[in-house]
């Protein structure tokens, strides 16, 4: 279905669906299941990090952070449930985003980090009785979503999404 060319088909697709039970690659191609898929996160999962952050504009600042060691540009980071994806790495406690959030984080809040480029692609559908948020919208009942493989963040608390993740 993700076919680039038909010379390049996909090696494997994986299939998730928010409230159900999932086994999915996540970062590093480490497996990771379960029997209840989060109903609010991102794909690929994301994975904790240590300290806490604020943020103005671009600049993400933090607190017992570990930027240079736990983290890459070209990262993605997952804070409030949005997912911005890193430009520059200063130090441990600053780096920059390649844009900022939709309002500014001023109270310390934990973050997560999501590797890039975990699957080729990624489609998803909304079902369910109501309608769920993707990547800061909303989707829409029965619409449905295909990107390249980026890093997306969702909320299916009054939803339900299903996934097809394409390696």
Not at 65 to 81: G, P
Not at 90 to 111: K, Q, R
Not at 145 to 155: R, T
């Amino acid at each position: 279905m993700f076919n680039e060319t038909m010379w390049h088909a996909e090696k494997q697709t994986f299939r998730a669906v928010t409230g159900s039970a999932y086994n999915i690659p996540g970062a590093y191609g480490i497996q990771v299941y379960g029997t209840v898929f989060p109903v609010v996160g991102t794909i690929p999962i994301s994975n904790p990090t240590s300290g806490t952050i604020i943020s103005q504009g671009v600049a993400v600042r933090g607190t017992n952070t570990r930027f240079l060691t736990e983290l890459s540009e070209d990262d993605h980071i997952h804070a409030k449930n949005v997912v911005r994806k890193i430009s520059q790495i200063v130090s441990d406690t600053l780096l920059y985003l390649v844009a900022g959030f939709p309002t500014d984080i001023t109270v310390a809040s934990s973050y997560r980090v999501c590797k890039p480029q975990t699957y080729k692609a990624i489609y998803a559908k909304s079902s369910g009785s109501a309608d769920a948020i993707l990547q800061e919208a909303t989707f829409v009942q029965n619409d449905t979503f295909l990107n390249g493989g980026a890093p997306i963040s969702y909320d299916a608390t009054t939803g339900q999404i299903s996934f097809e993740l394409s390696r």
